[in-house]
């Protein structure tokens, strides 16, 4: 199974339909927020995504009733966490994120908020912030991720634009 996951595009509609349309094999797509007038728009054009596009509300996301974090079962085993981050004081670490997960019976955490990108496996939890696709705080490219459960365990990664290729979504 494969779950892309794609955070603070903040309106940057043709980089989040260019993901898309590049992963189209994915199982389901997280959005982790700040991308509530795109995610309208994508789903829009894009209606058969309904079912596996699923997201949660961002600091900037005003007025949305998106609820602020979501957990999906994933297989047996395995089950994600996924939030913005805002509310969990990412930015100074993932302990109260982890922690979280942990209560809700997720051995995955997902979030976004930073625009930096980063994998990890903390207490048992594989941790994962792909970055911002539209404009990252890392110094690196923009950039998505992937989660994919496979027989062997869980895998994160995070998936980084070229610069033609960033370029080529602002055409």
Not at 3 to 8: C, M, W, Y
Not at 41 to 63: I, T
Not at 127 to 132: R, Y
Request: charged share 20%; with cysteine; glycine share 8%.
């Amino acid at each position: 199974m494969r779950i892309l996951v794609i955070s603070d595009t903040h309106g940057d509609l043709r980089a989040l339909t260019r993901i898309v349309e590049e992963n189209q094999n994915a199982d389901y797509i997280l959005h982790l927020g700040d991308c509530e007038e795109e995610c309208r728009a994508l789903l829009a054009d894009k209606p058969e995504l309904a079912s596996r596009f699923l997201r949660v509300r961002g600091n900037n996301d005003f007025g949305s009733s998106t609820p602020l974090f979501a957990t999906l079962r994933v297989s047996l085993q395995h089950k994600i966490f996924f939030t913005h981050g805002h509310k969990y004081g990412v930015y100074y670490g993932t302990e109260q994120l982890v922690q979280t997960a942990k209560e809700n019976h997720c051995d995955i955490a997902l979030f976004g908020h930073t625009h930096c990108s980063m994998c990890a496996y903390t207490d048992g939890v594989y941790v994962m912030n792909p970055g911002s696709a539209s404009c990252p705080r890392d110094g690196r490219d923009p950039s998505y991720g992937y989660v994919d459960i496979v027989d062997g365990g869980v895998m994160t990664n995070v998936v980084f634009f070229r610069r033609s290729f960033h370029r080529h979504l602002w055409e």
